[in-house]
């Protein structure tokens, strides 16, 4: 550590205590605000082992210990008399210490400090398990504020603070050590492996989040030493939004949420916390933006003329159902971008049925007869098949050339389509991850749209886009069926444009959702039958493919054969499923789409892009399994034609957050309100796998809770913006700057 030192919060000596307000109030000077970044085993108490501990919880420097905060705070128990404490109640005590002494046990790695203590009421033995180091510090005649709880061997001590200050050098202490060989050694905040000065002076205490090996104790106890080296640590936010929002400055914020004197100045201080970590993601993300249009190259010049708009109007007009008013607002935000002179980045994402696949063709068309070409790039070859069999009818008789390319095409047949590519005689491309192969170019690609865009990695969207002419970038769009609650698009999405369908064609009915148990299944098989018989079509999906006895759950393979063989034996059974090659599932899902079978029994491999209007009736079973985005999209995929469609979500053991689940999904039909219940319930992360492609873990704001703190950090970055004019600007680089060092690479993940 460096020389220079800092000066410590006073001591206490044997006088009137300081209250802890008073200590946190006290001036800490750090000769350098970097001293931050030093790292923890900077404080007393931490060396290479719980360093290591330490790092594995995420904390490696005093910053990432400052802003690991309480997660919870709780009020601090009362003070009692020796004679009044009762068997298990946590209590605080005043005592004298009498004696002490180390008791030997046999067992390694074990400590016991016993003590004989003594108040007004009387003595009683108090007992440190596991504390060794509490021998060099409690000195016999001494006075001490101890925390615990009565039990069978004596009042055990979770946290004791001095009341006559440290021990002179040179005075003895308790197991005959002499005090001055064991005293602390100078640290950040002048306090050894002591609990902090005051800490029991207030009515609350903030709940450090454990590590798996460090107990909370010892979190609050670094903590207190840490917050000594805010006193200069600059303040990253400006002082009008501070002012706007009534938020404290970060030194008091920090101090006070780890420490607070009272709950209301915690709320504040962990309040501002979050709004700051939000407001600089926010900073992090609308640079990435503004970097990309200035380092990426420009796309084609896309002019279809007066007579290719007259193309795209014409046939809009021959659609044969009508656009909703989102679907034509998506349109002319997707044409401005393309007129733009920048690369376009949008995340299309929409409702069930909502129309995503026609606001993307009708963007292709647009670069088809602006003489460019489009590709299309899905996940799975089902998904492909099908988006390939959509975009050729819905372009049918526009003279527009579609072609499929997936792992399954014939090598002739596909060497034949990727010479008629590179010649430009091929106009939209649809296809898997075969698209990104090395020897697939284009010869003016344009515009690349990825479907399940979470599906595919950063470099592989990337890759798809590179595939543009040299010395261009292609205009790109992001397409998801997953509605996306407005806080994770925020934040997972920030650095893109978004855009979001919510209505349904008005000739679209909601689908009836239906909760059963296995006891059910008679009921539910026989309105399936009914509907059937009716000349309707079924699904029955199943959480496995094949039976686990482990699981306990049904299998497709296995549930196929019982109902060929049981309830459904005059009627034409398929099955697909996500083990069966290229070949058989084209198969079945073809004999379905034409009619040819009456029921598929299938895994999730159908939740998007299977388009049956005449399916009615969906049957899932184990439904607890699922989550309540799947669920929804499942559910999607009856209903999509003029007779309706029920879904009945059959439960075995559900436990109360599946139930939950299942009843948000019975009693709510609206995609994007389904996706804000379903953050709620399962956390930021396990939204469409967000976690893994963008959403930052935040050290102190929580989403959604913190949904309205970050529609506030991003309007306050907007006026920001229009006042100083950009991000680059002489008094908003500093703030940019910082917001990059905070976040790096993390916060535009994409």
Not at 102 to 108: D, E, G, N
Not at 422 to 439: C, M, S, Y
Request: proline share 6%; charged share 25%.
């Amino acid at each position: 550590m460096a020389a220079s030192q800092p000066v410590a919060p006073p001591a206490l000596g044997g006088g009137a205590r300081p209250s802890r307000a008073a200590l946190l109030a006290a001036p800490v000077r750090w000769p350098r605000p970097e001293r931050l970044d030093l790292p923890l085993g900077e404080l007393s108490g931490i060396g290479p082992k719980l360093g290591s501990r330490a790092a594995e919880a995420g904390v490696e420097t005093i910053f990432d210990l400052l802003w690991r905060v309480p997660r919870a705070y709780g009020e601090i128990p009362d003070r009692v008399t020796l004679g009044r404490l009762r068997r298990g109640e946590p209590a605080i005590v005043t005592v004298e210490l009498l004696g002490l002494r180390t008791v030997r046990v046999r067992r390694r790695g074990f400590s016991v400090i016993e003590a004989r203590v003594a108040d007004e009421s009387g003595a009683r033995k108090a007992v440190w398990f596991n504390q060794p180091w509490v021998a060099d510090r409690l000195v016999v005649g001494h006075h001490y504020l101890l925390e615990g709880r009565l039990e069978a061997k004596g009042f055990t001590v979770a946290v004791a603070e001095p009341l006559d200050g440290p021990p002179p050098a040179g005075e003895p202490s308790g197991g005959n050590r002499v005090a001055d060989a064991a005293r602390p050694k100078q640290t950040v905040a002048g306090w050894g492996r002591g609990d902090p000065p005051g800490l029991m002076d207030q009515g609350i205490r903030g709940r450090h989040p454990a590590g798996e090996s460090i107990k909370p104790a010892r979190w609050r106890r670094w903590a207190w030493q840490a917050t000594a080296a805010a006193g200069e640590m600059a303040e990253p936010l400006p002082a009008v939004l501070l002012g706007r929002r009534g938020l404290p400055g970060a030194v008091a914020a920090i101090r006070e949420a780890h420490f607070p004197v009272t709950a209301t100045r915690s709320d504040q201080a962990v309040r501002r916390l979050a709004y700051e970590e939000l407001f600089l993601h926010q900073v992090v993300l609308r640079r990435g933006r503004v970097e990309l249009r200035r380092e990426t190259d420009p796309p084609p010049a896309l002019d279809a003329g007066r007579s290719g708009a007259a193309v795209v109007s014409d046939w809009e007009c021959g659609l044969p159902f009508e656009l909703t008013a989102d679907q034509v607002r998506a349109m002319a935000e997707i044409d401005a971008d393309l007129g733009s002179g920048h690369p376009m980045r949008r995340l299309l994402m929409g409702e069930v049925g909502a129309g995503k696949t026609v606001v993307a063709v009708r963007a292709m068309l647009g670069a088809h007869v602006a003489g460019a070409q489009s590709a299309i790039m899905a996940p799975t070859e089902v998904l492909a098949e099908q988006h390939a069999v959509t975009v050729r009818r819905l372009l049918a008789g526009t003279g527009v050339r579609v072609e499929l390319l997936t792992g399954s095409v014939p090598a002739s047949r596909r060497g034949a389509i990727l010479a008629d590519l590179v010649a430009g005689e091929v106009d939209i491309v649809v296809g898997t991850h075969a698209l990104l192969e090395d020897d697939v170019a284009f010869r003016r690609l344009a515009l690349a749209v990825v479907d399940e865009e979470h599906r595919f990695g950063v470099s592989q969207r990337a890759r798809l886009a590179g595939k543009a002419p040299s010395g261009h970038s292609a205009h790109f769009l992001q397409m998801t069926a997953t509605p996306i609650p407005r806080t994770l698009s925020l934040t997972a999405y920030g650095d893109l444009d978004v855009t979001a369908l919510h209505q349904l064609p008005a000739d679209r009915k909601p689908v009836e959702t239906v909760l059963a148990t296995g006891t059910d299944r008679e009921a539910v098989f026989g309105r399936l039958k009914g509907e059937v018989s009716r000349g309707r079509q079924a699904f029955v999906v199943c959480p496995l493919v094949e039976g686990s006895d482990d699981l306990g759950a049904r299998a497709a393979a296995a549930e196929a054969e019982r109902l060929r063989d049981g309830e459904l034996r005059e009627f034409e059974v398929g099955l697909v499923h996500g083990q069966m090659n290229a070949a058989r599932k084209e198969l079945a899902m073809s004999a379905f789409a034409e009619g040819r079978t009456d029921v598929l029994v299938a895994t999730t491999v159908v939740e998007v892009g299977i388009d049956v209007p005449n399916a009615t009736v969906m049957v899932i079973e184990g439904a607890e399994r699922y989550g309540l985005s799947q669920l929804h999209q499942l559910r999607g995929r009856v209903g999509r034609g003029r007779h309706g469609g029920t879904c009945f979500l059959i439960a075995a053991a559900a436990g109360p957050r599946a139930r939950r689940r299942l009843a948000a999904v019975a009693g709510e039909s609206d995609g994007f309100r389904l996706a804000e219940i379903d953050l709620e319930l399962r956390g930021e992360g396990e939204i469409t796998g967000t976690r893994q492609h963008g959403l930052p873990r935040f050290r102190v704001a929580d989403l959604p809770r913190d949904a309205e703190l970050l529609e506030q950090a991003r309007d306050d970055l907007d006026r920001l913006l229009e006042l100083h004019g950009g991000l680059d600007s002489p008094a908003l680089s500093p703030l940019s700057e910082l917001a990059g060092s905070r976040f790096g690479p993390e916060g535009i993940r994409r």
